[in-house]
């Protein structure tokens, strides 16, 4: 099967810019989480879709970041205005619904905001 | 709330010798833990998760992990590494059994060394 794919794999653009991120899970996969890592920290949970609702959004980090999952297949991150802490590199993962299912990621998106 | 440390920000050993990447974990209720790598450009693998039962655990790739309670410590290992075992190892607990999201250490960068 595919796996969870990302795009783009880099961006680069401008502090007051917007970019939007795209995640397609792996079919059949009800969860689809965001999250991201900035410069050798912590990956950091964003949100979590279960099909197109949001399960959790407690780790966005503001109104800048909007996250959608029209119809329960890909979703979009889209952040608007950059600024330049946004800058990280964003995973998606997904999973089936069940106990203890693994999240399976995809290989990022580096944002870079200049 | 949970949290997990990863104590060693590198560690590096000699192709052919064991290896041990240390995690303790912090939760409040039963632990689930798991264990992604990360290798360059690409996303996390799921490597192993401990939910209940024998202390060892073992994963792909070679890799296992001992689960100790009374240490809350999942120290991952591997009897003899290889150096495409080099790559950035990441620790994760959550403490449901639901779709819940990861709770991430920081990662460790291990170097195999030929």
């Known amino acids: 099967e595919a796996g969870v794919t990302q795009f783009p794999s880099h961006s680069v653009i401008e502090k007051g810019q917007t970019v939007t991120l795209r995640c397609d899970p792996i079919?059949?996969?009800?969860?689809l989480y965001w999250y991201r890592r900035v410069m050798g920290k912590e990956i950091k949970f964003l949100l979590h879709?279960?099909?197109?609702?949001?399960?959790?959004e407690s780790g966005m980090p503001n109104n800048r970041f909007l996250a959608e999952r029209t119809g329960g297949t890909y979703s979009t991150l889209k952040v608007q205005p950059a600024e330049l802490e946004d800058s990280g590199v964003y995973f998606c993962?997904?999973?089936?619904?069940?106990?203890?299912?693994?999240?399976?990621f995809g290989d990022g998106t580096r944002l870079s905001i200049l | 709330a949970q949290s997990v440390a990863q104590p060693e920000d590198q560690v590096n050993v000699a192709e052919g010798n064991p290896l041990t990447v240390k995690c303790t974990y912090s939760?409040?209720?039963?632990?689930?833990l798991f264990w992604y790598v990360q290798y360059p450009n690409r996303g996390l693998q799921f490597l192993l998760k401990?939910?209940?039962?024998?202390?060892l655990v073992k994963g792909s790739y070679g890799f296992e992990a001992e689960f100790n309670k009374s240490q809350t410590s999942f120290h991952l290992k591997k009897p003899s590494a290889l150096v495409s075992d080099s790559a950035l190892y990441f620790c994760?607990?959550?403490?449901?059994?639901?779709?819940?999201?990861?709770?991430f250490g920081k990662g460790t960068r291990l170097s195999v060394i030929a």
């Open positions: 939760v409040s209720g039963n632990p689930y």
């Open positions: 879709f279960v099909k197109e609702s949001k399960q959790d």
């Open positions: 994760a607990v959550r403490d449901t059994v639901g779709n819940t999201p990861l709770v």
């Open positions: 401990y939910i209940t039962g024998d202390n």
């Open positions: 079919s059949g996969h009800d969860n």
């Open positions: 993962a997904s999973s089936h619904s069940g106990i203890l299912q693994p999240q399976h």
